[in-house]
């Protein structure tokens, strides 16, 4: 083998190793960005509720909105993690 076809290849590879590790990091960035958006949403939640100091009805009703958000926001992770696949 030719030294320029080896030196060719191998630096195929590197730019393969980097293009990996930006994929893995960028995966790590969304998934922060969404557990911190899903944080902000409970905390915000919570929040109002000690704020207003409502009844039990309204309380039942704010779990059930926060379970539907808490999926929602899981959701939207699967699919941006398989958008950047």
Do not use: P
């Not at 393969?16 to 939640?45: E, F, P």
């Not at 207003?52 to 958000?69: E, I, L, Q």
């Amino acid at each position: 083998m030719r030294v320029t076809t080896v030196l060719r290849v191998l630096r195929f590879i590197i730019v393969l190793r980097r293009i990996d590790a930006m994929y893995k990091q960028s995966m790590n960035v969304a998934k922060g960005i969404g557990l911190g958006l899903l944080t902000g949403a409970a905390v915000a939640a919570i929040g109002t509720k000690a704020m207003s100091g409502g009844s039990h009805k309204k309380a039942a009703h704010m779990r059930k909105n926060a379970s539907r958000a808490i999926h929602t926001v899981g959701d939207m992770l699967g699919d941006m993690e398989k958008m950047l696949r």
